[in-house]
Nanobody
């Protein structure tokens, strides 16, 4: 059973930066996909970024492309989300997620395809 623990959230002014971390315990398969999602109050969970464990491409939501960078360290079973040029609309609870099953590219952004979630970390961007 994989467990995920996020850290790194907080309060930042618009234009600032934050770096989120997510560490997984347990065995992660080579077919796994790792992702970041966020959920603002009153809104549905939203895809942020995803990467295949053995892949070279990272996928981003259009709303964060060019500002956020997702990376991973397979040796540490960790994934990171570097968030730059933050905007008030980025305010949300950010969760990391993993699925052990390889996903088609068009499914990477669908929360229901991920079966293991962290508890989430709050990111608040003030204007």
């Amino acid at each position: 059973q994989v467990q995920l623990v996020e850290s790194g959230g907080g309060l930042v002014q618009a234009g600032g930066s934050l770096r989120l971390s997510c560490v997984a315990s347990g065995r992660i398969f080579s077919s796994a996909v790792m992702g970041w999602f966020r959920q603002a109050p009153g809104k549905e969970r939203e895809f942020v970024a995803a990467v295949e464990r053995t892949g070279t491409s990272t996928y981003y939501a259009n709303s964060v492309k060019g500002r956020f960078t997702m990376s991973s360290d397979n040796a540490k079973n960790a994934m990171y989300l570097q968030m730059n040029s933050l905007k008030p609309e980025d305010t949300a609870v950010y969760c990391c997620a993993i699925t052990q099953v390889r996903l088609a590219t068009q499914d990477l952004g669908t929360p229901n395809h991920y079966d293991c979630w962290g508890q989430g970390t709050q990111v608040t961007v003030s204007s």
